[in-house]
């Protein structure tokens, strides 16, 4: 019996080594798969490239690259609009700009702390970058829910997102007190850092190449499509697109799908469509009619050709009739 038992246990150490053995080889493998992740960047003007993501979810099949990113190469160094979904995607970033210029990636801006746009920090951290974002992130970054969808992640975007996934602070919170604006300027390039906070989430910026005329929007901006609002304040982003109308850009890159050569004509359709949300969501509200017959009643005939409409329309609408609500509450 104890001969049994030893050799049971003997056997027991062995399969257990074999399958550490085999957990470590597959380790191995995946570490590799990562690092084949190339990216390709996609030259938009003197200076600026992006990446494009795929359109859609975050999936473990398109290993969290459905969000863009973009860099401005300058004569002192690299600027990084947004870090993609996953810290290996930010390593590949890093990876493609090596390409294009040997000067070190100097500072990252955060358009906003949602997974998708600030997981691949770290990569740039690593290598000495200064990451800014808006104050309002601090907050954001401390929050439940950013644990929360960490942990979400983990499951759902593994390995691509795992124990290793660091959540980044910003090594300086952007203070927009005195005006909507903040300059600076880099190799000879001038920026503009516009806040649009509140119109997606607390702490939305966008920054805006001046020499290039180019302007990296986040998620406020949607090219040719239907926006997603969502929970988004679609009164403080009407404000946003106000801001971005003015600045004039001749090339819009959004945080998601393709860039925009015609951005006044994408800005004027998003316009156009949140001012419609809120005059049918405002009235119903105002009139007590609940949100299941007054989206019935609406005729979207205006809006039905564009894409994006049958997959956002709904939750756009039923999310502006709660902001809508709200905003009736605060009325005196
Ligand atoms: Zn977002």
């Not at 401005?72 to 700009?97: E, N, Q, S, Y």
């Amino acid at each position: 019996m104890q001969a049994f038992q030893q050799n049971y246990q003997r056997n027991y150490y062995r399969v257990c080594n074999m399958l550490l053995l085999a957990l470590a080889l597959f380790g191995a493998r995946t570490a590799l798969a990562a690092d084949d992740i190339s990216l390709r960047p996609i030259k938009v003007s003197p200076h600026v490239y992006y990446f494009q993501g795929s359109a859609g979810m975050a999936t473990a099949a398109n290993k969290g690259f459905m969000s863009n990113a973009g860099f401005v190469v300058t004569k002192d160094g690299v600027v990084v609009f947004d870090a993609l979904a996953t810290p290996v995607l930010g390593g590949a970033m890093l990876r493609a700009i090596k390409k294009i210029t040997p000067l070190p990636v100097r500072r990252v801006i955060i358009s906003h702390y949602h997974a998708d746009h600030f997981y691949g920090l770290q990569a740039f951290k690593a290598q000495g970058a200064e990451v800014w974002a808006h104050e309002n992130g601090r907050a954001a970054l401390g929050s439940d829910l950013t644990q929360e969808r960490l942990q979400q992640r983990r499951k759902d975007l593994a390995p691509w997102v795992n124990e290793n996934t660091q959540l980044v602070p910003a090594d300086r919170w952007l203070n927009f007190k005195d005006g909507k604006v903040m300059p600076f300027e880099m190799g000879g390039i001038h920026f503009r850092i516009i806040d649009s906070s509140g119109a997606h989430s607390p702490e939305d910026i966008m920054l805006y190449v001046e020499e290039d005329k180019v302007l990296f929007a986040g998620d406020l901006f949607f090219t040719g499509r239907i926006p997603f609002v969502g929970e988004a304040n679609s009164k403080v982003w009407l404000e946003a697109l106000d801001r971005m109308l003015e600045v004039k850009p001749a090339l819009v890159i959004p945080g998601h799908g393709k860039m925009s050569s015609q951005p006044m004509q994408d800005m004027q359709l998003t316009r156009d469509y949140l001012i419609f949300l809120r005059k049918k969501m405002g009235e119903a509200v105002a009139d007590m009619v609940p949100f299941e017959e007054a989206y019935a009643k609406v005729d979207w005939a205006g809006f039905a050709k564009y894409p994006a409409f049958e997959q956002a329309n709904r939750l756009n609408a039923y999310g502006t009739y709660i902001l809508m609500e709200k905003e009736s509450l605060e009325k005196p």
